[in-house]
């Protein structure tokens, strides 16, 4: 009987030994297409690197890790600088951490710093969006609008304000895009208005969502609206680029689809690609400087932050993305990866939906096509679609909730960076059978 917590008490989850690329080998010797780059859509360079691997025992002889409070290192200075260069212009800071969710706090923490700092200490509140996931810690949890994750937890957080978010397969406000003259971002200006501008900090947001909705990408003109709400209202402007962030959109930050600057970027994931433990807040000269003009250092601080080993492996990590150009395989496999999920689309009555944005995709399953209705949520019928491409050798990470925060079942589909033509092909056919059986199996 196994001492270790899973995310699932019943299953018996093959136990991985080896990787490469994109594929992963159990204990068996079953070979997988991880087409979840982990969980979830962490992997961005594949398996198995030996360029990371080759840095590992040396620098871990040398020395893995040194006191953040009073000293420094250049492994440290080297991953902040290769961050800084694939940024958006104006990001000057990194402030390095071992998850996500902790970029996420950071980076608000960091928001609410410049607020004090500039002598507007009313300015506290978050607004985030329904149907977002920024991490499962308290303060990120708070920021999320996953509701199969928060709502437990919901008493024990002071909770941010939420918009709807920019889905248009299912539009809040049942309006078509461009016709809907993008309300889903003036939802926003209401918030801030109902909030004061005065009590409102930050907004955040993924410019693609991932675990929340299965790789849905804000549509064209979201972000630059959004861009303009807050510099009207002198509100931050946050991109949780955790799972979107270094390659997985198509692009170094997903942001850069958008052709949009942040005030403050989390990145995460793909930054020690599962290699090690990494995240990091970036944060814009203007916060910045503000926060250091008034003789400030950032208040932010955890054991592993500016960890020396994880930021030689990050280094290598981004020189080998940009080496090997794999935001562009991202984007150019990413438009087959979706066309092939279109078909999919259309030879399925049970897929409703496929969207995505570079290699950061998604289906969303429906019981009535026409209708959009929802398959019940006790069906599982995410979990079934990904227990039979785990039988044929295939990763794919499950999600709930796009229609209200709990039914709603839909696929993340987001392989390491590196896939290839043909391992796209390989992986679509996966699907397709995969959905046919469950489709057997309850969906007729
Ligand atoms: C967009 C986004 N933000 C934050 C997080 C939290 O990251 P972590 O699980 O590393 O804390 C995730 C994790 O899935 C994420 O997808």
Known sequence: MSKTLSRNLTS??????????????????????????????VCNIGHGV??????????????????????????????????????????????????????????VKFGRQYQVARGLPSKHLVISRWQSYHGNTLGALACSGY?????????????????????????????????????????????????????????IAEPVVGAALGGAPAPPGYFQKIREICNKY????????????????????????????????????????????????????????????KGAAFEGVHTCCGHLLGSRVATVILDYMVKNDLARNSKEQGRRLLQGLEEIKTRHASVGDVRGLGLMCGVEFVKDKATKEPFPPELKVAERVMDACMERGLIVFPGHGAVDGTAG??????????????????????LSDAIDAVKKEILN
Not at 74 to 101: D, H, N
Not at 166 to 183: D, M, T, V, W
């Open 409 to 430: 079942d839909h696929l993340l589909i987001g392989p390491p960076l590196v896939i290839t033509s043909s391992q796209v092909t390989a992986l679509l056919e996966i």
């Open 147 to 203: 509701t199969g994750r928060r709502r437990k937890h919901a008493p024990i957080f002071k909770d941010a304000v939420h918009i709807p978010p920019a889905f248009c397969y299912r539009c809040y406000f049942e309006k078509n895009y461009p016709s809907c003259e993008l309300k889903c971002a003036r939802a926003l200006e209401n918030a801030i208005l109902q909030e004061g501008p005065e009590n409102v900090s930050a907004f």
């Open 12 to 41: 018996k989850n093959p136990r991985m030994v080896r990787g490469e690329g994109i594929y992963l080998f159990d204990a068996e010797g079953r070979r997988y297409i991880d087409g979840a780059s982990g969980s979830a859509l």
């Open 234 to 293: 002198d509100v931050l402007f946050i991109a949780d680029e955790v799972m979107c962030g270094l390659g997985r959109a198509g692009a170094s930050f997903a942001i850069e689809n958008w052709s949009v600057t942040p005030d403050l970027i989390a990145s995460g994931k793909g930054l020690g690609s599962g290699y090690f433990p990494m995240a990091a807040s970036l944060i814009s000269d203007a916060v910045s400087n503000t926060v250091q003009a």
């Open 50 to 107: 030996k360029e990371v691997a080759a840095v590992m025992t040396p620098q871990a002889e040398e020395l893995a890790y040194n006191p953040f409070h009073c000293s420094r290192s250049l492994a440290y200075e080297e991953m902040a600088e290769r961050l800084i260069r694939l940024a958006p212009q104006g990001f000057g800071k990194v402030f390095s951490v071992s998850s996500g969710s902790e970029a996420v706090e950071n980076a």
